[in-house]
């Protein structure tokens, strides 16, 4: 029976530090070829039943692709309950990752029961004034089990406070990224930026001529780390982070929280373009979505009312690529022990966040 | 893109676990994140956590992709990076 797939992350130690990572990987790459030969409306309903982990977002891009391949545009409630849909899913991706599995990965307790009862709030959330519920319970979670104070208060702070805040480490959230800080990884790689409607068409052309660019996609020939850490990359708080420690794993663990600390406020107020697409010419559409993980692009070239080609290029792709955050991240990476070295691994894996499940092994050089 | 593969339900355990039949292969699972799920329910499985639960009809449209998707592209779905 068909899997998931996972991520198989091999690394070498040498003693002292890590000198060779790479990545396997048995994800169904090609299992949007399904889509092909299908009636429009039919893929965009399935869409989300196929890919139903991140199923919003995956919907919307479906939808924002085919919309624009066909020369049309939904209208302002529909455009505005698919960003509170995609804010929504993003949430419950964020929490997940810090009440569940970061604290796991640390060997402190994880919280899923936190987390459950504002997935049930999400998952019924069908109008403005549920999403309003979601934001007000959302917040009141954050500041209970996350930030120590309000969200909106915690997003305010000057660099002096927020360290203060760090150093406080009473809280789950201030321990780890005082921990992590000290876990220095490689650097020197790009981040993808905020992609434009020409960056998409540009896009578009290179998925068409380049077979393989979903498997290895790059950004002007070089691989680029996608998330919250290129998303936020201009954040003062994140800049001066980055520009003290590095691009380490507390890095991209404070740039998913300044995102979180802003996502029940989009709940209320919806992103105005947070959805992007094009149509590089008539029946061809282009979409790209900012998912928790990064972004996400779905391309689709109709014939008639059929699909006749359909290409997703997933943000694991940008991140696991085999010369990307990953393994630059890693190589060189100091590791005294064995377990030094697991745990790197997987810090660095989780910050990058795979939709999928992963598994470490070491070597010893 | 991560594929979200049903699963059914097969026996209920203490602690929020259930164990599930994946393709003949039976796991343990966490209930914790969803409500209410009963023995012989399909449920989203995604890294050991069931995420969402399914109605029949959404199973058996799900479960029909999967079939399908399963025919078009046989077992041998590996696509290595690196």
New interface residues.
């Given amino acids: ?5 996972k991520l198989q992350l091999d690394v070498v130690w040498d003693g002292k530090q890590l000198t060779g990572v ?13 889509l092909e030969g299908k009636p429009v409306a039919e893929v965009v309903r ?1 869409v989300p ?7 919003r977002a ?1 919907g919307a891009a479906a939808a924002a692709a085919c919309e624009a391949a066909r020369g049309v545009a939904p209208n302002d409630a529909v455009r505005v309950a698919r960003e509170r849909a995609i804010a929504g899913e993003c949430l419950q991706e964020y929490t997940w990752r810090l009440l ?1 599995d970061l604290p796991a990965l640390l060997g402190e307790a994880a919280r ?2 936190e ?2 009862d504002l ?2 709030r999400i ?1 019924s959330a069908r109008d403005e004034l549920r999403w309003h519920d979601v934001a007000g319970a959302a917040e009141e979670l954050l500041e209970r089990a996350v930030y120590e104070m309000s969200p909106r208060v915690w997003l305010g702070l000057r660099p002096a406070a927020f360290e203060k805040w760090v150093a406080r480490g009473e809280a789950p959230m201030q321990r780890m990224l005082a921990r992590l800080r000290q876990l220095r990884l490689g650097g020197d790689f790009g981040l993808l930026p905020w992609l434009e409607v020409a960056d998409l068409g540009a896009l578009s052309a290179r998925l068409e001529a380049e077979p393989d660019f979903v ?2 996609p790059n950004w002007q020939g070089e691989p680029a780390e996608t998330g919250a850490l290129a998303r936020q990359s201009g954040h003062p708080l994140l800049v001066r982070e980055v520009g003290q420690y590095g691009a380490t794993v507390a890095a991209r663990l404070l740039a998913r929280l300044l995102e979180l600390a802003q996502l029940p406020e989009q709940l209320r107020q919806p992103l105005a373009s947070g959805i992007r697409c094009v149509s590089p010419r008539p029946g061809s559409g282009i979409a790209a979505v900012e998912t928790a993980r990064g972004t ?1 692009l779905h391309q689709v070239t109709l014939t008639g009312d059929h699909v006749a080609h359909y290409r ?1 290029v ?1 943000p ?2 940008w991140n ?3 010369q990307g955050a990953f393994v630059r991240g890693l190589l060189g990476c100091a590791a005294k022990t064995e377990t030094e070295t697991r745990a790197a691994a997987g810090l660095l894996a989780h910050a990058l966040d795979p ?3 992963y598994e470490v092994s070491v070597a010893r050089a | ?5 049903p699963v059914k339900v097969v026996e209920l355990r203490e602690g ?1 676990q259930a164990m599930v039949d ?3 292969v039976r796991k343990e699972i ?1 209930l ?4 209410g799920i009963a023995v012989d329910d399909y449920v ?1 499985l ?4 069931a ?2 639960k399914l109605d029949a009809e ?1 199973a058996e ?2 479960l029909a ?2 079939a ?3 025919e ?2 046989g ?1 041998s ?6």
Avoid: W, Y
């Fill in positions: 029976m068909i899997a998931e797939g790479s990545i396997r990987s048995s994800r169904p790459l090609a299992a949007c070829r399904i399935l039943l196929l890919f139903s982990v991140c199923g995956q569940i899923p029961g987390l459950a997935r049930r998952g498997q290895l996400l997703i997933a694991t792709e696991f690529h085999p939709c999928v499940a | 893109m991560c594929l979200a593969i929020d994946v393709g003949g966490s914790a994140l969803v409500d989203i995604h890294v050991g956590f995420i969402q959404e449209k799900t992709l999967f399908e998707l399963d078009s592209m077992t779905l590996g696509n290595p990076v690196a």
